[in-house]
C-alpha cells in the first residue's frame, strides 16, 4: 500500500520541477512512511511513497521495465490478489521476474496486455504507468474504487495524485467550491457523486475506468459494470458457489510478507472473516490469528439500546475469541482523545466526512498499526447481501432519495441562508438520485420484490458503500494500515447481484442467504445475532466536549463557518441539546453528536 502523484505536460520541460513534484508527494508521507522515489522525464514527473508489504527489495517505485524499444515506469497503490496466477500467465509468454511482488507482475502484464491489463486484475489497486514508446499516460482504478485516485486539468498539465491534497500542492490550483460543491457536501455528504469531489475542477478517476492520457487530450473509459442475468442457479448451488467465492476472497487476501490480523466486532460479517482465516492459518502451521476490536471508556454503562445499535460488542466477541483461539486485544477510545481527533479524521479524508465515527475508526486504525500493517475487515457484506433497515423498511423504500439520508430540510436550512437561497438542496440530490437509478437494468424476468431490491441495492453500493469505502481507506493509510475488504471481491458482489430476492433475504431476515451459508462454522448466537453498526461511544461526555467546541467557535460572529452555516440554526441546535435537528444526517449513526462534529469540520 503506498500513495503516489505526478503530472505530464507534452507542451513544456517539466524535468526541473522535482521540487513541485517533492511537495505534492510529502503530502502523502502518511500512506507511505517507509520510502519514496521519483522519476522526471521531459514530459512526465512521478512521485511515489510506500508502505511494504510485500518484497521489501524487490518492490521499490517508481518501478521502471525496459522492453521492446520502450520504457514502462510504474506507480501503484494496492494490492493484486491473483498475483500467482498472472506471473504463470507472463512466465508462458517469456517474461521472467527479479522479486516475488505483485507491483513487478502488474507492470509486465501492462507491458503483456495493454490497455486491456485491467479486465485481468483481481485486487484493489489505482496506478499510473508511462508508456514512453507511445508517449502516453495509463490510469487505472479497482471495481469498486477502494484505492483512490483524483486528478485535474491546469495549464496544459494532467495533475493527479492518490489525495486531493497533492494537487493543491502544484502552484495555481486553487481550493475552491462552487453550487456543485456546496450541493455535493451538504446535500449528498458524506457521500458523493462518483468522478466528483467538493472542489471545482478536481475530480476523480471513476471506480472501473481507465484512463489514457497522450497529445490529443485525456480518454476515459469504463471497463466493468455489473450486468443484470437471470439466475438460474437453484439454492445447493447458489450456496456452494458463495461458499466458495468467499472462502477464496479471504485466502487470497492473507497474503502478506509482514504482521497481519483482522478486526473483529462479534457481528455476523467480522466473524465470518474471523472463522475463514483462523482455519487457514490452523492449516497452514500458523500461530494464532490476531484480532481487534474498538470500544469506548464507560461503554459498559451508557449503552442504550436503540433498533440501529440493539446490543453490544463484548458478549459475542468473546464468543468468537474463545471459539477460534484468537489473540484478542481490545482498542478502548477515551471522549478527549474522540473529539481532539476530529480535525485529523478532517485532513485525512480532504473534506467533513462521518465526524466521530471518522475519528473512532482512525484512532482504532493507528492502535492496530502498533501490531500489524494489513488488516482484513468486514466491510461491505451489508451493501451486497442486504443488512441495511432500509432494505425492509416501506418508508425508505418509498422516500424517492437516498434512503440513509432523508433529513434534507434540515440540510437546506444548515446553510447560510445568502448561499442556501443560490441552492436548492432537494433539486440537487433529486437529479442525483434519478440520474443513478437510470443506470439500473430491471430484467422482465425480476420479480417485483427484486426489481425493487435491485434499485436499493445499486445506490448502495454505488453511494454508501463507496462513503464506508472512502472512510476505510483514508483513515487507515493515514496510519500506515493497509486494510482489506474480502466481501468487496468483485466475483462475489458480480454473483450476489443476480441473486434473487427471496432467496438472497432467505426466511424475511437481512443477510438471511448470508446467515445460512455460514451456519455451520460459526457459533449459533453469532449466527442469529442482530446486525449492530460500528461501534459508537454511549459516553454523554462526548456530546458535552463537541458542543463546548462548537458552541466556542459560534460565539465569534466572524468565525469563517458562518461563511457557510446558519449560524442561529446552529446556535438554536445546541440550545436544545441536537433536538432541533431531529433526524440523522447520515445513515444509521450520524446523529446527534455527529452533527455537531460535521458543523466542526465544516
Not at 483481481?122 to 479497482?142: H, P, Q, T, Y
Not at 442475468?229 to 476472497?249: G, I, P, Q, R
Not at 477460534?324 to 481490545?330: E, L, P, Q, R
Not at 465569534?556 to 441539546?577: E, G, H, S, V
Amino acid at each position: 500500500m503506498c500513495g503516489f502523484v505526478g503530472f505530464v505536460n507534452y507542451k513544456k520541460d517539466v524535468s526541473n520541477d522535482k521540487n513541485i513534484l517533492e511537495q505534492m508527494n510529502n503530502t502523502l508521507s502518511n500512506r507511505g512512511p517507509d520510502e519514496e522515489g521519483y522519476y522526471i522525464k521531459k514530459h512526465v514527473a512521478l512521485g511515489h511513497k510506500r508502505l511494504i508489504v510485500i518484497d521489501p527489495d524487490g518492490g521499490k517505485q517508481p518501478m521502471i521495465e525496459t522492453y521492446s524499444f520502450g520504457e514502462y515506469v510504474i506507480c501503484y497503490n494496492g494490492q493484486i490478489y491473483n498475483t500467482k496466477e498472472l506471473r504463470k500467465i507472463l512466465a508462458k509468454n517469456g517474461f521472467s521476474f527479479n522479486g516475488h511482488c505483485d507491483t513487478e507482475v502488474l507492470l509486465k502484464s501492462y507491458i503483456h496486455f495493454g490497455n486491456d491489463v485491467v479486465n485481468h486484475l483481481n485486487g484493489i489497486f489505482s496506478f499510473a504507468i508511462w508508456n514512453s514508446k507511445n508517449d502516453e499516460l495509463f490510469l487505472a482504478r479497482d471495481h469498486f474504487g477502494i484505492k483512490p485516485l483524483f486528478y485535474t486539468e491546469y495549464d496544459g498539465n494532467l495533475i493527479f495524485g492518490s489525495e486531493i491534497k497533492a494537487l493543491f500542492k502544484y502552484p495555481g490550483i486553487k481550493k475552491i467550491i462552487d453550487r456543485q460543491g456546496i450541493g455535493e457536501l451538504f446535500g449528498i455528504g458524506p457521500s458523493h457523486t462518483p468522478g466528483t469531489t467538493v472542489f471545482k475542477n478536481i475530480f476523480e478517476l471513476k471506480p472501473a475506468h481507465f484512463a489514457i492520457y497522450n497529445k490529443s487530450g485525456l480518454h476515459i473509459k469504463n471497463y466493468w459494470k455489473l450486468e443484470s442475468k437471470e439466475h438460474t442457479d437453484n439454492f445447493e448451488t447458489t450456496c456452494e458457489k458463495v461458499s466458495f467465492l468467499l472462502d477464496d476472497a479471504i485466502k487470497r487476501q492473507l497474503v502478506s510478507d509482514v504482521p497481519l490480523c483482522v478486526m473483529l466486532s462479534g457481528g455476523l460479517d467480522s466473524s465470518i472473516i474471523v472463522a475463514y482465516a483462523s482455519n487457514y492459518c490452523k492449516s497452514q502451521g500458523l500461530p494464532p490469528l490476531e484480532t481487534f476490536s474498538v470500544d469506548y471508556v464507560d461503554n459498559d454503562k451508557n449503552f442504550v439500546k436503540s433498533d440501529f445499535q440493539p446490543n453490544s460488542d463484548n458478549y459475542y466477541i468473546d464468543i468468537m475469541k474463545k471459539s477460534f483461539n484468537t489473540n484478542h486485544h481490545t482498542i478502548v477510545i477515551d471522549t478527549p482523545e474522540l473529539a481532539s481527533t476530529l480535525k485529523d479524521a478532517m485532513i485525512a479524508r480532504d473534506y467533513p466526512g462521518m465526524a466521530d465515527v471518522d475519528s473512532s475508526f482512525l484512532l482504532f486504525c493507528k492502535h492496530i498499526k502498533e501490531h500489524a500493517t494489513v488488516c482484513l475487515s468486514g466491510e461491505c457484506s451489508d451493501e451486497i447481501f442486504a443488512g441495511y433497515p432500509w432494505f425492509f423498511r416501506e418508508d425508505a423504500l418509498n422516500s424517492n432519495t437516498f434512503p440513509w439520508s432523508i433529513a434534507i430540510k434540515e440540510r437546506q436550512e444548515i446553510l447560510n441562508k445568502d448561499i442556501a437561497s443560490k441552492v436548492d438542496l432537494k433539486s440537487y440530490i433529486d437529479y442525483r438520485y434519478n440520474e443513478s437509478l437510470s443506470n439500473v437494468t430491471i430484467l422482465d424476468t425480476d420479480s417485483k420484490d427484486t426489481a425493487e431490491k435491485r434499485k436499493i441495492s445499486f445506490l448502495t453500493m454505488n453511494w454508501f458503500m463507496q462513503t464506508l469505502l472512502d472512510r476505510s481507506d483514508r483513515t487507515s493509510m493515514y496510519n500506515g494500515l493497509e486494510l482489506r475488504v474480502p466481501f468487496c471481491d468483485y466475483r462475489l458482489v458480480e454473483y450476489l447481484w443476480n441473486i434473487p430476492w427471496e432467496m438472497k433475504a432467505l426466511n424475511g431476515r437481512e443477510k438471511g442467504l448470508l446467515r445460512y451459508v455460514v451456519k455451520d462454522i460459526l457459533p449459533d448466537e453469532i449466527v442469529d445475532r442482530k446486525k449492530s453498526p460500528y461501534p459508537k461511544t454511549h459516553n454523554p461526555n462526548y456530546l458535552s466536549k463537541v458542543k463546548s467546541m462548537l458552541s466556542d467557535i459560534m460565539r465569534k460572529p466572524d468565525a469563517p463557518i458562518n461563511n457557510l452555516l446558519n449560524r442561529q440554526y446552529i446556535l438554536d441546535i445546541i440550545a436544545t441539546d441536537g433536538n432541533a435537528f431531529s433526524r440523522p444526517w447520515f445513515g444509521q449513526l450520524m446523529t446527534r453528536s455527529s452533527t455537531y462534529g460535521l458543523s466542526l469540520s465544516s
